[in-house]
C-alpha cells in the first residue's frame, strides 16, 4: 500500500510538500513540472521546482520526492532529464495529464493524450537514454474530450518502457468535476503489466477505500484532498496499520498553519508569497473547516508578513483554549 503526494502546479510546491510529509503518511511525493520546450534547464532550475535533489530526493520528514517533466519533444525531454539524473535526480515522471489551457497550446500535458504513438515515443525515448537503475513512470488522465484512447495511451506509456502509471480519473474536458471514473482506473489496471496509481476526488478515508475497491489498485495519490484535510494522509495510514484513526483537531492544525507560514517566510521573506500561499491555502480548507474560514477572513486584507504572523500566533492561542 502506497500513498503519494501529488503534484499540483502552483499548490503543491517545496514549502508544501514539505509541511504534508511532516505531518505523515505519505511514501512518496512529485515536485511541480518542470516545463520542456528546446532549452536544457541548469542546476539552478532544477532546484527551484524540486529542492529536494540536493537532500538525496528527500523532503525534510525524509520522503522520497520525484521529479516531474512536461513537454512533447522526445529528444530534448531525455537531454533534460539526463541532465537532472546528473545533478540528483533519482526517479523521473512524465506529465500527460495537466488540463491548462496554456500548457495544452503549446502542446503539453493532457493534449497528449490525441496522441498515443508520440506518448510511446516519448516514453521509449526517455526510457533508452536514462540509465537503467533511475526509474521512468507517468501520470495521464483518461484522455482529452472522451475515453476513447484511455487504453491506447496507458498502454503506449507501459510498452514504451514506463515501470509505474498514474491515472487522475477524469478527461481534459471534466476538468476537476465529480465524479471522478474510478472503474476506467481499473480498466487500465487490467490492460497494463505496470504498476498503477489511482488518482482523483480522494477528499476522506472513505474516498480511500472506495477508491482502492473500485479500482483494484493498492497505491493511491492524494491531491487536493490532502491540501483540504492535511492529515488525510496520516488518517489513512493509521486505518492501514491498526483500524484506528485519529482524526487532528484544529488545535494542531492551527500549529501547522504557523508553521507552514514559518517556511513561506523563510524561502521568500520581501514579497508577496507567504500571504498569498496561505490564503489560497486557506482558501481550500475552509471547505472543510469553519475555522479555517474564520482565519481567512482575520487576514484577508492584510498584506505585511509581520502583521500575517500576528494574527496566525493569536488565533493558534484561542484554538489551545
Known sequence: MQLILAPMQGLVDDVMRDLLTRIGGFDE????????????????TWLKYAPEIANRNLTPAGVPCTVQLLGSDAANMAANALEAVRFGAGKIDLNFGCPAPTVNKHKG????????ELIHRIVRTLRGSLPAHIPLTAKMRLGFEDKTLALECAT????????????HARTKVEGYE?????????????????SVTANGDVF???????????????SV???????????????????????????ADFAEI??????????????EANNKYPAARLKQWLGMMKRAYPQAEDLFARIRTLKEAADVKQVLEAFEWEQKG
Not at 109 to 116: D, S
Not at 181 to 188: D, G
Not at 254 to 267: R, V
Open 178 to 194: 465529480p465524479p471522478a471514473h474510478w472503474e476506467w482506473v481499473r480498466k487500465i489496471r487490467d490492460a497494463v503489466n505496470v
Open 109 to 116: 500535458g493532457a493534449v497528449l493524450l490525441k496522441e498515443p
Open 221 to 247: 495519490m492524494l491531491g487536493r484532498g490532502a491540501v483540504m484535510r492535511p492529515d488525510l494522509a496520516r488518517q489513512i495510514k493509521q486505518y492501514e496499520q491498526s483500524g484506528s484513526v485519529r482524526e
Open 156 to 167: 503506449a506509456i507501459a510498452e514504451g518502457g514506463a515501470c509505474g502509471l498514474t491515472v
Open 204 to 218: 476522506t478515508l472513505q474516498d480511500y477505500l472506495d477508491i482502492k475497491t473500485v479500482s483494484g489498485c493498492n
Open 254 to 267: 492551527a500549529g501547522w498553519i504557523n508553521l507552514f507560514f514559518d517556511l513561506c517566510t523563510a524561502k
Open 29 to 44: 511525493c512529485v515536485s511541480e513540472f518542470v516545463r520542456i520546450t528546446h532549452t536544457v534547464h541548469s542546476r539552478p
